[in-house]
């Protein structure tokens, strides 16, 4: 017999506050399991013959995204109990889901992870978080997914969106990078199970450029060391560079530190 997974509005049970609880029915083998969806509604603002909120509902949008998040944990689970000829009633099902990871967004993730970099004050670091939360946003409109939906196959089309906007190779890598520590923190915190991790088959090694070395040819130094002027200014970073090129290319700040206070004036 088939199991199904549906969203009721619970008119038999009415709230403090008027509305009546949104209940997920479990039906498995004539065997009925009701839980609690944690949102509630008002009876005018339920649409009873398909079981979905009215488009006048308050918060219609997020309990649509609720409801559909919930019917696709269920039903990810049933597939698997089956594909791996387990038995299971509507109980069982329901405990497997409660003891199993607790699925957020991408969206909520890297929320939640921006938070963590403010609270401590990596705010360098948190720019470049940001960066990339917002060139998913222009990449997929929206970040209302679940990280099972980032396949390799997502990755790929990323990359090469980011490829067609003109975004260089090591530029590309960082973008990756930041994306691979975000699902690793949402593994960590038990947001989605290890087994989907793509970065196994798409390997953000690749995106690694070397960046060509560059340096002043012998004739540009001397005319940099030979360069004549009076203005004191100009003849500051020219003597500072001349230092630190007879140092053997040793930075000036490990040869000769300076303190705070040996910019107080000199007493006589």
Known sequence: MA???NVLCYKSKTLSNGEHPLMIRICKDGKKKYVSLGVSVKTEHWNFEKN????????RE???ILIANKKKEYETEIVKLKSEDKLFTANTLNEQISNSVK?????????????LLQEENRRGYMLSVKQVYNS???YNKHLNIHFTDIDVAWLKKYETWLRNNGLAENTIGIRFRTLRTIYNYA????????EHYPFKKYKVSKLNQETAKRALSKED??????????????RLPIDLFAFTYYMGGGKSSVSCPLKPSDSAPLKH
Request: proline share 6%; glycine share 0%; with cysteine.
């Open 3 to 5: 199991t199904t997974v």
């Open 187 to 194: 593994i960590q915190e038990d947001m989605v199970k290890a």
């Open 136 to 138: 998913l946003i222009k």
């Open 62 to 64: 997020h309990i649509n």
């Open 103 to 115: 699925p957020k967004t991408v969206e909520e993730a890297f929320k939640e992870y921006l938070r």
């Open 221 to 234: 130094i001397n005319r940099v060391l030979q360069y004549q002027t009076d203005n004191r200014f100009m």
């Open 52 to 59: 979905v909120p009215k488009s006048n509902c308050p918060n």
